[in-house]
């Protein structure tokens, strides 16, 4: 008799159980389901699956740099229980000011870099302190953001496009910025490195350092954080400062693979750079999150929009098909923690 409750328990946990497991694992069975995809959808080519070339590959790396860099950033905000709209923008303005600073202004290349980078912490850090001391929400704080750094690159670019050209004279940028936009061996993006680089230091801050555990002690409790003595407000004004110097990477990154900068640079990246961490199996609601799943999720959204790409699928569908992503990864989140299925 005491064994029927038990095993109808079991019953109703098993659900939970599964669905638990799917969001722990969502990221790598995403990417697994999309290459999957990826093999069955591709168009061939003299009989080779085109989305498996070696040049399809390097184009699938290569897009992912500057998303997976925003996104590293955004792991540490959503952890924290923030969010960050105004990446893209941010992006956007230091690729501008890149562009303008080595062609227009005849900056010298670390001087440059240098203050690119600063800009972006700077900007990161403000939004993070408007919103932790006047307990504005994140979300109002960084959409102002986002159109202050909209309002900037017009103003830093002068409403125009900005070509970089390589050399040594006036009106030039120094060669070595050019290498962002090589391959190594021919085959390896330079700007996937520089991703890899700061993926890697970015898992072991949030992994093995004492600042990673107090941002997810942060998210996953702040008024126990602040009880056990963790300066709160101080951790999250250096998450938006995180997201404003992975920002200002990825516009340096822009501007040396593209060899341009645009006011409407980095548009739309914020969405892609959020979607890469849901769907990595970042808790929406704070508190837990991983690197590997980010960039598992930022792999997973280059290799569906490729595979979109390869059948002609149009950019609005592409669009639709992230959002979608975003809905269910976010759905089961929800699901789970609301019914206890997944720990906190």
Same mark, same amino acid.
């Given at each position: ?9 079991? @019953?109703? #946990? ?18 697994? &389901?999309v290459v999957v995809a990826g093999i069955v959808f591709s168009p061939r080519r003299h009989g ?7 040049? +399809?590959? @390097?184009?699938?790396?290569?897009? *992912?740099?500057?998303?997976?860099? &925003? ?19 941010? /992006? ?19 001087? $440059?870099?240098s203050l690119v980078i600063a800009t972006g912490v700077i900007f990161g850090a403000v939004q ?7 307990? *504005?929400? @994140?979300?109002?704080?960084?959409l102002a953001g986002l159109q202050a750094a909209r309002g900037l690159s017009l103003i830093a670019?002068? +409403? ?7 050399? $040594? ?10 290498? /962002?936009? #090589? ?17 890697? @230091?970015?898992?072991? &801050? ?15 409790? #702040? ?9 709160? +407000?101080?951790?999250? *004004? ?55 799943? $980010? ?10 929009? +490729? ?14 098909? $992230? ?8 759905? &089961? ?12």
């Open positions: 008799m005491s064994t029927t409750p038990t095993s109808a328990a079991k @019953a109703v #946990e098993s659900p939970r159980s599964l669905l638990a497991w799917l969001v722990r694992f969502q990221s790598l069975l995403g990417l697994i &389901l080779h699956i085109l989305f498996l070339g070696a040049d +399809n590959v @390097a184009n699938i790396i290569r897009s *992912i740099s500057e998303t997976g860099i &925003l996104a590293l950033g955004m792991t540490f905000v959503i952890i924290a229980a923030g969010i960050d709209l105004s990446v893209g923008a941010v /992006l956007g303005l230091c690729s501008v000011l890149t562009a303008t600073l080595l062609v227009n202004e005849g900056w010298g290349l670390w001087s $440059t870099l993070g302190l408007i919103s932790a001391r006047l307990r *504005i929400q @994140a979300f109002i704080v960084t670019s002068n +409403n125009a496009f900005i070509n970089i050209n390589y050399g $040594t004279g006036p009106g030039s940028a120094p060669p070595a910025f050019g290498v /962002l936009g #090589e391959r190594i061996g021919g085959v390896f993006p330079v700007a996937t490195l520089v991703f890899v680089v700061l993926a890697v @230091a970015a898992a072991f &801050l949030l992994n093995n350092t004492r600042y990673g555990r107090y941002v997810v002690a942060v998210g996953g409790n #702040e008024k126990a954080a602040r009880l056990s003595g963790i300066p709160v +407000n101080s951790i999250k *004004i250096s998450v938006y400062a995180l997201t404003g110097f992975a920002s200002a990477i990825a516009g340096i990154v822009h501007a040396g693979q593209f060899s341009f900068g645009s006011p409407n640079d980095g548009t739309g990246y914020e969405l892609n750079a959020i979607a890469a961490v849901v769907i990595g199996g970042t808790d929406l609601f704070g508190g837990a999150g991983s690197m590997v799943g $980010t960039i598992a999720g930022a792999v997973m959204l280059g290799a569906l929009a +490729n595979i979109l790409q390869l059948n002609d699928v149009s950019a609005a569908m592409q669009l639709l098909a $992230t959002g979608a992503i975003i809905v269910i990864a976010a759905a &089961l989140q929800t699901y789970v923690v609301g019914r206890g299925g997944a720990k906190r």
